[in-house]
């Protein structure tokens, strides 16, 4: 059978699926081509700005931007907090390091928090400019502030290829308003469809993303994305975490990612990923993640097996792209994981870099298409 016929059965599959809310069997999991091959290197500023240093493998100093380049990246992923103590991942300095993002030729994913801190599912506080608003003021709120964001960034010639209206929103987001409660989903797909509107006043051509941290269960990713589906949000992209720690197997993950393909008839990408290439800690802040995958050792070319794999997974469920978690948060005095501590704080993040200690990249990793 030719590949235009098997490509155009494939699409019959996923848009017979998708209308009547099938999953797909393991039969019909079709390997994709990963064309978002992405880094979130949010905290890569900041720590450049304060002394860190970094290197190819062969120990020659080099711009870890182009370092991630060669390793087959061409997308950076950078989170924006509306008004963050320390003064790093706010407008400004997303407006900043945008432009040395795209002139060095990578797509661009901004992801907006709508914190002043991290939000995660066990957390999503409001921003304090809008903490007494309620939903209806949210709702204006999420679609000023993504225009604003969105049009401040093409006005200087750094239009977002992507954007995620919030960051792994599992049960919803700017709470208590908009988290999702008694299975309600009325003011959470209100404040998606804010987002959404407004990124594509600002530019069209834009993709949404909604990003949860759900690629560990076919259940709760059908829970959230029926909830808003049912309620008339529209999006371009479905975004996944997967962290084999958090998240299980990555046979899972393959079947997680073909099921909210299909039944959603979108693309889906793995917004997030990392694997430890150590346990051990470089600094005064303990590791977020302990232990290795399954299967692969927390070593240089375990870390590297780990992430192939996990590449390959998210392939055969017909993922188009991978985002590896802050790659370069390499421990450096001055970068550290608090936002309103960021000078005092460590970095829990130093295990999972795919530079080490001294910022000497690991060779083994590679971004696979």
């Known amino acids: 059978m030719s590949t235009r016929k ?11 699926l998708a209308a009547t ?82 002139a060095k030729g990578f797509k ?7 914190s002043d801190t991290w939000a995660d599912p066990g957390k999503q506080a409001k921003p304090a400019a809008w903490a007494s608003h309620g939903i209806s003021a949210l709702t204006t ?16 010639g750094t239009t977002p290829d992507s954007v995620q209206i919030g960051n792994e929103i599992n049960v919803g987001m700017l709470w208590n308003d908009g988290k999702v409660v008694n299975n309600d989903f009325t003011n959470l797909s209100n404040l998606l469809k804010s987002g959404y509107n407004a990124t594509k006043a600002c530019n069209s051509g834009t993709q949404v993303i909604i990003h949860t941290a759900d690629a560990d269960s076919d259940s709760n990713a059908r829970w959230f994305y029926d909830g808003i589906t049912a309620k008339g949000v529209n999006w371009d992209i479905t975004g996944l975490s997967y962290y084999c720690n958090w998240h299980g197997t990555m046979s899972n993950l393959t079947s997680v990612v073909s099921d909210v393909r299909t039944r959603y008839a979108k693309p889906v990408i793995l917004a997030e990923t990392a694997a430890p290439f150590t346990l051990a800690n470089a600094d005064s802040t303990s590791n977020s993640i302990n232990s290795a995958c399954s299967g692969y050792a927390a070593t240089w070319t375990g870390q590297g097996a780990a992430f192939t794999a996990v590449q390959n997974a998210a392939k055969a469920g017909g993922a188009i792209g991978v985002f590896y978690w802050e790659p370069t948060w390499i421990a450096t005095t001055g970068n550290g994981w608090d936002p309103a501590d960021i000078n005092g704080s460590g970095d829990g993040w130093d295990n999972m870099a795919v530079f080490n200690w001294t910022g000497v990249f690991n060779s083994a990793v590679r971004w696979i298409s």
Not at 6 to 16: D, S, Y
């Open 21 to 102: 809310g099938t999953t797909a069997s393991a039969d019909a999991q079709v390997t994709s081509t990963l064309s978002m091959r992405g880094a979130d290197v949010s905290s890569l500023q900041r720590g450049i700005e304060v002394g860190a240093k970094y290197y190819t493998s062969a120990g020659v100093a080099a711009d870890p931007l182009e370092v991630l380049k060669s390793a087959g990246v061409n997308y950076v992923r950078l989170r924006i907090w509306n008004n963050p103590v320390s003064g790093y991942n706010n407008l400004a300095k997303v407006l900043t390091y945008a432009k040395t993002v795209k």
């Open 108 to 114: 661009l994913l901004v992801d907006f928090h709508y």
């Open 141 to 156: 709120d999420v679609y000023n502030y993504t225009y604003n964001v969105c049009n401040s960034l093409k006005a200087q």
């Open 6 to 16: 098997v490509t155009i059965l494939g699409a019959l599959l996923v848009t017979v």
